[in-house]
């Protein structure tokens, strides 16, 4: 078991850095998730650290060792793909074993490893059948089941619940969470999807443009924001942005609106999350609604700050009829607005 | 089809039944020759009917010493000559072509497009265009004569190079990461995971060069003056050039049923893997 | 081209390619070379010395009546075996595309003589038209029409084009039939509701669906005429008679083998290549352009 240690890395590809310095210290046992938009370089990011990229400059340790110039396979690392990468022409018990064979394992050990990875993931009675002749799921934890037995430091998910519907996604989901938790492995997890971001990780990773934006746990990054980037990227409905002024101790919208609460002064983003705006009708927020969409749990209407042309939306407990240009008052506690400033990072 | 007019699909198949005679007119010809004996073989008009001396002419082609008069190897030996050969060329070809697609795709090293090229280069130069040196290298290396000289020469293959980087192409770049992952080293990897994903295109390339091996017909002719390295296909044409003397049609054509017979059968019974590998080499 | 990911640097990759490019460099590359040197220079009659002499080779064969006729005769035997093959094939393939049930069946029964090496089918169709004994021979006479080919050039031209032609009918039919069989029904049946019948069908649908096919097999079956057919022409007419069938393959073999002219066979030769290498871009070109498609 070992943590992983990311420091000052660099990729660049000819000319052009793809990675600007990424640092980032990642405690043994703990389930790291990458997240970000495609070509940000998460997927770059994770290669590098499973050996598969070359390292520009910077350091990768996993445990205590460097490991920048060592072969994928003497890492200790095992990786799960994103079409699974599956030999089609091995069946899933060789599959499994093929790794360890080549690490010259003894059959009766290597026998001993897959069947207890094939019980822990029940593809007991798969074993014998070829890749194609099991479904999206199965082979997804065909491709489970071969990290598992190599007993790695670190486990690497490369986007791996992306080519599965939306409710086996889910259920994998919690799967590959009570898994790690279960052999206590270090995991690093890329995804584009910041559901599943949230409820995997132990901690995230918003990168963008080959930068990490912020690292810490999903409700720092839901509660505090540290650029216009994680705030947008982080939760859903996405926030909404509103140019303001701050002044005072308070908060001035283009229409003239004052709400109380925030700091600085000067020209600010006001970023609010639709489900924190609270249906108040004499509250200084007031939105002109276009149309609502009715989600059953919860209403999400769209418009637009009234008298601007800021676009606006606001989730409303249950349901709710909305007709086109109605005014809809909000109010918000002074604790659940995010200023930014000029270049997008959070103030105070 | 679209129309469901009997009279239209009956034309239909008599059509195809009029190509397919006029097609098999030839090899019905051949095996009536090769039924009858050799007194028959001389009357005019010659029979269209297959007669009973098809097992006699079977034994007497395999196992005697070729047309009386004539001094051949015996046809069980022409026979085996011309397996070697066709098992040679296309095995080789295989080996080599993967081999060399192996290196293009999977590593980058300096002349890689260099020796690309120079592979390409041999699609241009058919044996037919550089007849005369080509058989002076072979002479001066001492290969006239021999199995060597009958199929090395013929085993570098831009065709089969091209054909195999393709289809290393299409296997995701995710079977080798993952291989890497697991450990395997380049060699490893081609083992166990390259062949064994090829091995559908192996078949059915072999299906095609097995045809092309048995058939060669030029370069035989150039580089074997010695009667035992002499090879089925090769046979036919000395037969027919002692036929003028003595006319023996029931052997010759029995001997050219033998010459056609085992590409014939890949064939039909590899039909899948034949039009496989037509199609893919063509690529 | 080349993959994402690359096994490291080492001296494999030069072993992996080595016997390749060893056997390209000895059989290939160096007779080439070889035979463009030749191809400049004269040997005296002896054979006790050579002189290099530029273009003087080409320029002699360009100035030879026999070699210019053997030009015309190539042209002329490559574009009436294209023909012939090809349009048989396409009927063929028409109907067999009609076939609901039994394609399959029909396509093994027509493409085995692919297998059946040229000498052979040579052998077979000199046999058939044998001027003493040939069973066409003997039908053509019974019908008032006297053959020998072995001393009519025409005939002889006529017989190695058919049995040429009729080896490369398997190769042609296979690809129109793929051809066929992968333009969808539904253009086939839409062309049915206009009121399209099926050989007004045939003819605005689907040849011009299947003309890249069209010219990709002219291409494989002018390269087929010209190359691969030495061993028909050998067994059946050997050139003969008198040069009436002796095409640019057959007249490079018999200079240099039977006739040890060296340096205007290795003219012949390069000549040749420049055919070659002027029909592999021609391919090249074209399959590039398939892949547009």
Not at chain 3, 51 to 73: C, H, K, M, P, T
Not at chain 3, 215 to 228: G, K
Request: aromatic share 10%; net charge neutral.
């Amino acid at each position: 078991m070992a943590g992983i240690v990311l420091d000052k890395l660099k990729k660049s590809y000819g000319g052009t850095e793809v990675l600007h310095g990424v640092n980032a210290e990642i405690a043994d046992g703990e389930f790291v998730v990458i997240v970000g938009p495609s070509g940000c370089g998460k997927s770059t990011l994770l290669r590098m650290i499973a050996g598969l990229e070359s390292v520009t400059e910077g350091e990768i340790r996993i445990g205590e060792r460097v490991v920048n110039g060592l072969e994928p396979a003497q890492r200790d690392i095992a990786m799960v793909f994103q079409n699974y990468a599956l030999y089609p022409h091995m069946s899933v018990r060789q599959n499994m074993a093929y790794g360890l064979k080549i690490r010259g394992l003894p059959k009766e050990e290597i026998d001993r490893r897959v069947e207890e990875a094939a019980d822990i993931l029940e593809i007991r009675d798969y074993l014998e059948r070829k890749p194609r002749q099991l479904s999206g799921g199965q082979r997804q934890r065909v491709a489970m089941g071969r990290a598992i037995v190599r007993k790695p430091q670190v486990f690497l998910f490369d986007e791996p619940l992306s080519n599965l519907d939306a409710k086996l996604r889910v259920q994998m989901r919690l799967e590959i969470r009570r898994l790690q938790k279960r052999l206590g492995v270090t995991a690093v997890y890329v995804t584009h999807d910041q559901v599943e971001a949230m409820t995997l990780g132990d901690r995230l990773m918003v990168l963008n443009g080959g930068r990490s934006e912020q690292f810490g746990t999903p409700i720092e990054l839901y509660e505090r924001p540290q650029t216009t980037f994680v705030a947008g990227f982080i939760g859903s409905p996405a926030m909404n942005f509103l140019p303001a002024t701050a002044e005072g101790g308070e908060v001035v919208l283009e229409n003239g609106a004052r709400l109380p609460g925030g700091t600085g002064a000067g020209r600010v983003r006001l970023g609010l999350r639709p489900e924190h705006l609270l249906a108040d009708d004499g509250g200084p927020i007031r939105l002109q609604a276009i149309l609502a969409e009715q989600l059953g749990a919860s209403t999400l209407v769209h418009g637009t700050l009234e008298g601007t042309d800021s676009a606006l939306v606001a989730a409303l407990p249950g349901t709710r009829a909305v007709t086109e240009g109605e005014v809809l008052g909000f109010s918000v506690a002074p604790a659940q607005m995010h200023l930014f400033d000029g270049e997008g990072r959070r103030i105070g | 089809m679209v129309e469901n007019r009997p009279w239209l699909a009956f034309f239909t198949h008599v059509v195809l039944l009029i190509g397919i005679a006029v097609i098999a007119l030839p090899i019905w010809i051949t095996f009536v020759a090769a039924t009858h004996d050799e007194i028959r073989m001389t009357q005019v008009p010659l029979p269209l009917l297959p007669g009973d001396q098809f097992w006699a002419n079977l034994k007497a082609t395999l196992f005697g010493r070729g047309l009386s008069g004539t001094e051949t190897a015996p046809v069980w030996r022409m026979l085996f000559n011309s397996l070697v050969m066709a098992m040679a060329i296309a095995l080789g070809k295989i080996a080599i072509s993967l081999l060399s697609a192996f290196a293009i795709v999977y590593f980058r090293f300096p002349f890689r497009m260099g020796f690309f090229w120079m592979i390409f280069i041999t699609l241009m130069l058919p044996v037919e265009v550089r007849i005369l040196p080509t058989f002076e290298v072979v002479a001066q290396l001492g290969m006239l004569n021999s199995y060597a000289g009958l199929t090395i020469p013929l085993i570098a293959s831009a065709t089969a190079t091209f054909m195999f980087r393709q289809v290393f192409l299409t296997i995701p770049d995710e079977m080798l990461e993952s291989a890497r992952i697991d450990g395997a080293g380049p060699m490893r990897f081609f083992f166990d995971i390259l062949l064994p994903l090829s091995r559908t295109n192996i078949a059915a390339l072999f299906v095609i060069l097995f045809i092309y091996g048995w058939n060669q017909y030029l370069w035989p002719l150039l580089i074997t003056t010695d009667q035992d390295m002499t090879t089925i296909v090769m046979s036919i044409k000395q037969m027919l050039e002692a036929a003028e003397q003595s006319p023996q049609w029931n052997i010759i054509m029995m001997t050219a049923l033998l010459a056609m017979l085992p590409p014939v059968l890949v064939v039909i019974f590899m039909q899948k893997l034949f039009v496989k590998g037509l199609t893919e080499t063509e690529k | 081209m080349l993959k994402r990911v690359h096994f490291p640097a080492s001296a494999l990759p030069y072993l992996l390619v080595a016997p390749q490019v060893a056997i390209t460099l000895v059989f290939f590359i160096w007779p080439a070379s070889q035979a463009l040197w030749q191809s400049m220079l004269i040997e005296d009659a002896f054979g006790l010395s050579t002189e290099f002499v530029w273009f003087e080779n080409f320029q002699a064969l360009f100035e030879d009546d026999q070699y210019l006729g053997s030009f015309r005769r190539t042209a002329f035997f490559s574009l009436a075996v294209a023909f012939l093959s090809m349009s048989f094939s396409l009927v063929l393939a028409g109907f067999a595309d009609r076939v609901i049930r039994g394609a399959t069946t029909y396509r093994t029964l027509l493409i085995w003589p692919y297998a059946i090496a040229p000498v052979l089918a040579g052998a077979l169709w000199v046999f058939m038209f044998n001027p003493t004994l040939g069973i066409v021979a003997y039908g053509l006479e019974l019908l008032g029409y006297e053959w020998n080919h072995q001393l009519r050039g025409g005939q002889a031209m006529a017989l190695v084009i058919m049995a040429a032609s009729w080896k490369q009918v398997a190769y042609n039919f296979l690809f129109y039939l793929a051809a066929m069989q992968a333009i969808p029904r539904s253009v086939i049946e839409a062309a049915a509701i206009d009121g399209a019948g099926p050989i007004r069908r045939f003819r605005t649908i689907v040849f011009p669906l299947v003309s890249p096919t069209t010219f990709f097999l002219l291409v494989i079956n002018l390269v087929y005429a010209f190359f691969d057919t030495f061993g028909i022409i050998h067994a059946v007419t050997q050139g003969g008679p008198a040069n009436a069938t002796t095409i640019l393959v057959y007249k490079v073999y018999n200079d240099g083998f039977v006739g040890l002219d060296l340096g205007g066979s290795a003219a012949q030769s390069v000549i040749l290549m420049v055919l070659v290498i002027a029909l592999t871009v021609v391919q090249f070109r074209f399959i590039e352009r398939k892949v547009e498609y």
